[in-house]
Structure formats: C-alpha cells, structure tokens
C-alpha cells in the first residue's frame, strides 16, 4: 500500500461516515415539516366545517372542537420537536379521526350521520397521508433511539406502513362512495309544533323546517355543502293542520323541486337529530343567517 494510502482512505471514510447522518437528518426533517403540515392542514379543515354547520351539533360539536385542538397541538408538537412520541401520537391521531369520520358515515355517532362532502373526502385523504408521513418519521426516530429493531426502519417498516395506507385509502373510497351525498329532505305533510314558545313549521317527521336570509322567493342560495348541512325540502308539500300560510316551490340549481312556505324555500338541519329541536335557528353559517319557519310566516 502506498505511503498516504490509509490516510485518504480513512478520510474518504470519515467523510462517508459524516454525511450519512446528514442525510438522515434532512430526511427526518422533510418527514417533520410535511408531517406537521399535513396535520395543520386536516386541523384547518375542521376547523372551518366546525365554524360553518357542525358547532350547533350536539355532542358533536364540542367532540369535533377537540379534535381541532388536538390536531393543532400535535402538528405543532411535531414541527417544533420532531421526537418520535410526538410523530406517533400524530399518526395514531390521524388514523382514528378518519375511524371517527367512517363510524359517521357507515352508522352515525351521537345521532348524527355524516353526509359525503368534498370537505370530508380531502379531510381524509390528508388524514392518510399524515399517517403515512408521520408512521415513517416515529419509526425513523425510534430505532435511532434503539427503541425499536433496526428492520423496522428499512423495508419491513416501510412496507407496513404503506400497506395500511392503501387499505385505509380503499376504505375510504368505499365508504365515501356508498354515503348518500346532499339530498332532498321529503316533505310530505307540513305540520306545526311548539318549540320554545314558538310555533314553528316542521315536515312530516317533525323536523324543524328553516330558511336562509339570502335566499329570495325563487331562488335558493344554498347548494353544495351548504346542501348538504341544510338540505331543501323537496316539493311540493301539502299543508297540515294550522299550516296557514301559502306554499309553492322553486326550481333549483341543479333541476330539483324545492318546497317554499310564504316566500321562503324550506330547509332542515343536520344539526336537528329529532323532533323538538332547532338548533339551527338564528345561525350565521354558509354565508348567512338562519331561522326557524314560524307557522304564522
């Protein structure tokens, strides 16, 4: 061997030894930022369908505000530690608010049934993802801290890992594909009930009916999601006893008949899980107020 020989080997190997641990590093940090990002975006989500139809909800509402909080904290946990208990936490965390989200659509929770939103559907696809993401990163982090065997880091972990991603995404779109998406309320018969203090129109089932302050008499301004947490009451509808005031309906946006009452299209609530309630009345969601149909118009 050549006099210097070992001596630029052994530098060529010190810089390869080096720079592993730089690459790992920045890899473990693209897994942070996009780990931490993709859980802030889910938190955002929520945080905008919380403020826009689900804090009315009963129950509901204030579980769904957690799972805001939640998110929020762990995304920022993670981006500013980056430690692998947080990592799994904020893939556990993601994995079961997209359960949650199933559970909703396959049989309701608390009495409310979630509907498909386009909303919902980027929620959970982002929720796989962060679980994607953040699985790799608590398994990066806890076999460099000799918490878990070195396998679980290579293709082993990886392959674990994308497996339950892609069973989660063919659940998902299963399920999304099998919800019932914005519907027509039925109507049938309009009837009247007493609710707090207020006589107020209800449909046959004794759903609180409501109209939207934006709307005029022929023209709804509620579609979409909006539809989706409102849906219109189909027409026509036949009056029952002591509904007075005039009834007609209204073409909408998409071709459906809507049933109107004294100049209003009709709505229900998602918020609303039985008769008696109005939880919807003197909301401002969807851009504009709401309020509960009175008998007396």
């Known amino acids: 061997m050549a006099p210097g020989t070992e001596g630029r080997d052994g530098q060529r190997n010190g810089a390869v030894q080096e720079t592993r641990p730089g690459r ?25 369908l919380y403020l826009t139809g689900y804090r009315s909800i009963p129950t509901i509402g204030w579980l769904f505000l957690l799972q805001v909080i ?11 530690s980056g430690h692998w208990l947080a990592a799994a936490a904020g893939a556990g965390f993601a994995l079961s608010t997209l359960g949650g989200y199933l559970l909703t659509l ?20 982002i929720e796989v993802a962060a ?15 000799g918490y878990a065997p070195r396998a679980a880091r290579g293709l082993l972990g990886a392959a674990g890992v994308a497996a339950v991603s892609v069973v989660a995404l063919a659940v998902l779109g299963g399920s999304v594909a099998a ?17 707090g203090g207020v006589t107020v129109l209800t449909d046959a089932k004794g759903f609180t009916l409501y109209w939207f302050a934006p709307d005029t008499a022929t023209r ?7 539809a989706a947490y409102w849906p219109p009451v189909k027409g026509p509808a036949t009056a029952g006893p002591g509904v007075t005031g005039r009834l007609a309906t209204i073409k909408r946006s998409d071709g459906s008949i ?31 107020l709401w309020y509960e149909q009175t008998a007396s118009g």
């Open 179 to 195: 919800a019932g998406g914005p519907a027509a309320a039925t109507a049938g018969g309009l009837k009247t009930a007493r609710i």
């Open 220 to 226: 709804s301004n509620c579609n979409g999601s909006c």
């Open 106 to 125: 396959w049989i309701g929770l608390f009495g409310f049934t979630e509907v498909r939103t386009t909303a919902g559907i980027v929620a959970g696809i």
């Open 24 to 48: 790992g590093g920045r890899t473990r940090l693209v897994l942070r930022l996009a780990g931490a990002g993709l859980l802030i975006a889910t938190a955002s989500i929520h945080l905008d």
């Open 258 to 288: 809507q049933a109107a009452y004294d100049g209003h299209p009709l709505y229900t609530y998602v918020g609303d899980t039985g008769p008696g309630q109005a939880n919807g009345n003197r909301l401002n969601l969807n851009g504009g």
């Open 70 to 80: 939640a998110a929020f904290a762990l995304g920022v946990a993670v981006l500013l």
């Open 131 to 145: 679980f994607a993401v953040l699985a790799v990163l608590a398994l990066e982090g806890a076999t460099a801290a």
